[in-house]
C-alpha cells in the first residue's frame, strides 16, 4: 500500500512548484524577491500540517514554514481530516496566494498559433503595407500574372470595390489597426499575461500576433488559460 504523505510530496515537489513558492511569500510573508525559487519544497505532511523548507538571500539561509490545515486562512475554509482532504485544501490555498499576489494560480506557458479563421490577417497584413508603400506594385504583379488576372474577373463587384477603397486608404487603414491593436495588447493582453505569469519569450510572440491578428488572440488566450 502506498505512503500518502510521499505520493503528496512527490507530486507536489514535482509538479507545484509554483502553488509551493505562493504558500512561502503569502502565508510565510517572503519577499519573493529574496526567496530562493528551485529551493521550495515540502519536507513533511500529515493529516495536522505541511512543513516548506526554502533558502532565502540576504541575508542568506535556509528556513522552514509550518503550516496548521485547519489554521491555514483560504477562501472555502476548508477543513482537513483526512489525507483525502489535503488535496482540495492545497488547491484553495495555491488560489488564495496566488490571488493574493494579483495572480493566477495556473501559469500560462503555451504559446498557440493562429487558426484557419484568423490566419488571413497576416497576408491581409502584407497587402496593406504595400499598398500603403506603393500600390503599383501589387496592381503590376497582378497584371503580368495571367492566373491571377483571370482569378480578379470572377470576383463580385464588391470584393473589387472594397480593394480600391483599401488601397487608396491603406496607410490610413494600417494606422486604425495598429492603435487598435495596440490599445488590445496594453490593456487587454498584456494584463492577461502578466497576471498569469507567462515568461518573457510566451509574452513577446503573443504580443507580436495580437498586433496582427487583434482580437482572435484574445479569444485564443481566455480559451486555453
Known sequence: MSNPSASIISHMNKDHQ????DYVVVYGSVDPRYLVADSVEIKEVDTEKIVIAYDVINPTSSKTLTLK???TKEDKNLRVKSYADIKG???SMARYSAGKQGYSEKKFTKIIGPDAGSFPMYPI???LL???YDPAIL??????TELIKK??????TVASTIYSWTELNASKVCIGLFVAHLGEILFVSRPFLKK???PFGTRLAYYFMNLFEGFPVLLRLKKNA
Open 139 to 144: 496592381r503590376s504583379f497582378a497584371n503580368n
Open 130 to 132: 504595400l499598398n500603403a
Open 196 to 198: 498569469h505569469r507567462a
Open 89 to 91: 485544501k492545497l488547491v
Open 151 to 156: 482569378g480578379i474577373e470572377y470576383l463580385p
Open 18 to 21: 509554483l502553488a509551493l513558492r
Open 125 to 127: 497584413w502584407a497587402i
Open 69 to 71: 490545515w485547519n489554521e
